[in-house]
């Protein structure tokens, strides 16, 4: 046998007479019996690889369980993360055509939406801004805003001169929902946009409490008449409706996904989000906080079987985007962010889409500082080469700002109740299938 040592990635553990082996290097978990249970046990006592076996020895192996050495492990984490933050291959843009909005949403950041609308001269800019990578294969774009839709004229017209480029393109976009009519779905392919993002906060009354036009009137019927309509011409469109939760909405969340299911559609999910205070400074009484988060999704899995990721490591370790150079988010008004958590915020601009730098100290926070790479924490944590460190955003609040945020994923404080809960359905599902 080669010469291998336990990894210090690995969890072993037991609930009663079920034993289990994770291992974060190939994010794979498993049951294992008594007897491979207790002779691991053994091993990690006495670090005799010859009580393994060669059968075990060999699944240990290819799991990661054991390793060579951690810390080339941990090289090749920390290569392959380099890499993707400095590939100058791909150009993500983050666009905001408006920062007006039809809503007037009660948790939204954006506390008083400006009424700014993006300009012929600054699409033309956006253009040459573009243009200007020369080392770029692939733009990526989001539509975001404020309501991007009441600007939808700029976006058709800046999208065709995007196209126009000969790079690959593809786009997205974050709406409300509310303007997405018929005649707005027919577009969207040809305007290469294949996925869309929409809120919902749960049944008609609800929703409407809380994500209402800024005269008061309710937004759910139009919201799914227009998703209905969305879905009948472009199927092959990816639509996330994502739920903003808090401990005033948390018991429809279910019957929304009901909702849902019984529509059938393709390409379709639901995901789950925490409203939260993006300044880290003024916590409502109707947030939840990181414990009633976990108890919320642990009770959706075991209840209602819904699964989420939250509830298990992500397969690719993912780091937001924002790292990299080439990610940059557009104003309206040609002022360019790294976040799209600063849009609207002048304190937070770092330049113009002409090239000039304004806020350069802002600009190196984002690409790297409170880097998860440097810090020893994360390096010696568990889930480290599954987590991308958290978000930057929050890392630099907190690192910088003094804001109170935990930037850890909530699996860390819940691990084996996580993942018990997670082999518990996934062993339901199995036997579902079986008996169907």
């Known amino acids: 046998m080669e010469t291998k040592h336990w990894s210090k990635y690995n969890r072993l553990f037991n609930h009663g007479e079920r034993y289990f082996l994770y291992n974060s290097l190939s994010n794979s978990f498993g049951e294992l019996d008594k007897d491979s249970y207790l002779t691991i046990s053994r091993f990690i006592n006495n670090g005799n690889l010859e009580v ?78 573009i243009s200007q990578h020369e080392n770029a294969k692939l733009l990526n774009v989001t539509w975001f805003g404020g309501e991007p839709l009441l600007a939808f004229n700029r976006i058709v017209s800046l999208t065709r001169k995007m196209q126009a480029l000969g790079l690959k393109y593809k786009a997205g976009m974050i709406t409300n929902g509310y303007l997405l009519t018929e005649d707005i779905a027919k577009q969207l392919s040809s305007l290469s946009i294949d996925s869309v993002q929409i809120t919902i906060d749960g049944m008609a009354s609800l929703h409407d409490s809380r994500r209402c036009l800024k005269s008061g009137q309710p937004t759910f019927e139009t919201i799914i008449h227009n998703i209905e309509v969305l879905k009948a011409l472009n199927p092959e469109i990816k639509l996330s409706v994502r739920v903003n939760v808090d401990n005033t909405n948390d018991k429809d969340f279910i019957e929304l996904y009901k909702f849902f299911i019984e529509k059938h559609y393709h390409n379709f999910t639901l995901s789950l989000s925490f409203v939260k205070d993006l300044s880290g400074c003024h916590p409502c009484d109707t947030m939840y906080d990181r414990e009633q988060q976990a108890r919320f999704i642990m009770k959706l899995r075991r209840k209602y079987n819904l699964d989420f990721s939250l509830i298990y490591p992500q397969a690719d370790r993912y780091e937001c985007a924002i790292r990299n150079k080439n990610a940059v988010v557009i104003g309206p008004e040609g002022e360019l962010y790294k976040c799209w958590n600063d849009v609207g915020d002048k304190d937070r601009v770092i330049g113009n889409i002409e090239g000039k730098i304004t806020n350069e100290s802002l600009l190196l926070r984002y690409l790297v500082a409170a880097d998860p790479l440097e810090d020893s924490k994360c390096q010696e944590c568990l889930l480290f080469p599954v987590c991308g460190g958290g978000c930057p955003f929050s890392r630099i609040q907190k690192a910088y700002e003094e804001k109170s945020v935990n930037v850890c994923p909530l699996i860390k404080d819940h691990f084996e109740e996580f993942l018990l809960t997670h082999a518990l359905c996934k062993q339901y599902d199995l036997q579902h299938k079986t008996n169907k």
């Open 52 to 129: 393994l076996g060669k059968t075990l020895y060999e699944q240990l192996v290819k799991m990661k369980a054991l390793v060579r050495n951690d810390q080339d492990e941990m090289n090749k984490i920390k290569y392959l993360t380099l890499l993707k933050r400095n590939n100058n291959e791909g150009l993500i843009l983050t666009i905001n055509p408006t920062l007006a909005c039809n809503f007037a949403c009660s948790y939204c950041f954006e506390k008083q939406h400006q009424n700014i609308f993006m300009s012929d001269a600054i699409e033309n800019k956006i253009v040459n801004f």
